[in-house]
């Protein structure tokens, strides 16, 4: 056995080892504030902006190993509280404003507590995914959030679909005064790629920002059209 074939062989393993921690330590995290307060955080930078909507970046870096990226939109609407929830939990609302899922069904319901399952419309040249994951609504004096992790075990995989394993989310959802509220979203997904970032970030930047546009043009029109009356 040459050189090259040992080198390639411990550098095999040393890869196999360096994946298995780090999945075996993201099996113990189960929100996405956990997964921040224990990750290493870089500057916010922001990466797109329009009528409001704003995207923006930073990265993690979670047991000196894993080096990722969370994503958080903000936006104000004039809309009340449940109003907002009812846009993020509902599956015909979410598919009137959020153009990047092509199914989306609620598997469980326990009111605050809910799982869905959530196919994503994926364009090409990107594999297909989809994600069930548990959500879980927290009130807060001052802000309601609804916290979100993938459960890739609980229904059986897809044929020619990946399903996401390791995915946390948070909406934070602050009153403010004169009718107003701030709306926050923020995702970590960690997942392989083989397609380079400077391809894909533009196009997943765009669709998420109209979406999000779709999201706050919905809710404000309700708001309107209910003071209308």
């Known amino acids: 056995m040459n ?23 993201l099996d113990h995290i189960t929100s996405l504030h956990q997964l921040t307060t224990l990750s290493q955080k870089g500057d916010w930078k922001i990466a797109k902006q329009k009528d409001g909507v704003s995207i923006k970046y930073r990265t993690l870096r979670f047991k000196n190993s894993l080096k990722t990226r969370e994503l958080s939109i903000d936006f104000t609407v004039s809309s009340a509280t449940d109003s907002i929830l009812h846009y993020i939990k509902s599956p015909l609302k979410i598919q009137q404003w959020n153009k990047n899922f092509r199914e989306i069904d609620i598997l469980q319901d326990q009111d605050s507590t809910w799982i869905s399952h959530t196919l994503y419309d994926i364009p090409y040249p990107f594999s297909q995914q989809d994600l069930v994951a548990l959500h879980e609504i927290k009130n807060t004096d001052t802000a309601v959030y609804i916290s979100s992790r993938a459960k890739p075990d609980y229904i059986p995989l897809l044929k020619d679909t990946t399903r996401e394993k390791f995915h946390f989310e948070q909406w934070k959802i602050t009153p403010l ?14 997942a392989s790629s083989n397609i380079p970032r400077f391809i894909k970030d533009p196009i997943i930047q765009q669709r998420l920002l109209n979406s999000f546009l779709n999201l706050k043009n919905a809710l404000n029109h309700d708001e309107k059209s209910d003071s209308d009356f």
């Open 177 to 190: 005064s004169g009718h107003k509220t701030a709306v926050t979203f923020s995702v970590v997904s960690i």
């Open 3 to 25: 050189r090259f074939v040992i080198l390639s062989l411990i550098m095999s393993i040393s890869f196999f080892n360096t994946v298995y921690t780090q999945q075996h330590s």
